[in-house]
T-cell receptor, first 115, second 113 residues
């Protein structure tokens, strides 16, 4: 297992377009998280899944954002009608609920640029 | 809500020297975890060191150690014998028994050869 992977690594889109990102967590991890990181800032929590259930959504996640994790495996994050303010790095992380140290393992991120 | 503050946007250190990064946090919880994550340029974030709040002993991982002051809500990271590969952005993060990490704004560490 090579860790958390994300696809694509970079996405450039025009304002108003829809984009979808994919995250593949470490295979035995049942928790999956999405964060957003703007330039020079720390990541901010967006949403969280335990298995296939989406258990929490941040107020940062407007109605234009939707996330899924079918069958508790990979996850997708879709942004509809993108705005320039959506430009950021979108990070995915996963963890194993019963792990002693609760470490979250991060993927390389998807950098979104909205023109 | 928990807040994490890193007051040093940038720190520079000479190779082989020591640098200390500051972090303070605000919480009403007694049981929680604190982490330092490293994010090299254009590379993914990796965990450097973790501290459980119920443990009084400061965590150490090779050249990395922390000074955890629970009453003061302070959690600093010391990098000893700095190496060029230590150059990165370092984030302090807080976690308790919910789900999300709360991150500080980060400190960029530059290592001078």
């Amino acid at each position: 297992d090579t860790g958390v992977s994300q696809d694509p690594r970079h996405k450039i889109t025009k304002r108003g377009q829809n984009v979808t990102f994919r995250c593949d967590p470490i295979s035995e991890h049942n928790r999956l998280y999405w964060y957003r990181q703007t330039l020079g800032q720390g990541p901010e929590f967006l949403t969280y899944f335990q298995n296939e259930a989406q258990l929490e959504k941040s107020r940062l996640l407007s109605d234009r954002f939707s996330a899924e994790r079918p069958k508790g495996s990979f996850s997708t994050l879709e942004i509809q009608r993108t705005e320039q303010g959506d430009s950021a790095m979108y990070l995915c992380a996963s963890s194993f609920r019963l792990a002693e140290h609760y470490e979250q393992f991060f993927g390389p991120g998807t950098r979104l640029t909205v023109l | 809500a928990q807040t994490v503050t890193q007051s040093q946007p940038e720190m520079s250190v000479q190779e082989a020297e020591t640098v200390t990064l500051s972090c303070t946090y605000d919480t009403s919880e007694s049981d929680y975890y604190l982490f330092w994550y490293k994010q090299p340029p254009s590379r993914q974030m990796i965990l450097v060191i973790r501290q459980e709040a119920y443990k009084q002993q400061n965590a150490t991982e090779n050249r990395f150690s922390v000074n955890f002051q629970k009453a003061a809500k302070s959690f600093s990271l010391k990098i000893s014998d700095s190496q060029l590969g230590d150059a990165a952005m370092y984030f302090c993060a807080y976690w308790n028994d919910d789900y999300k990490l709360s991150f500080g704004a980060g400190t960029t560490v530059t290592v001078r050869a």
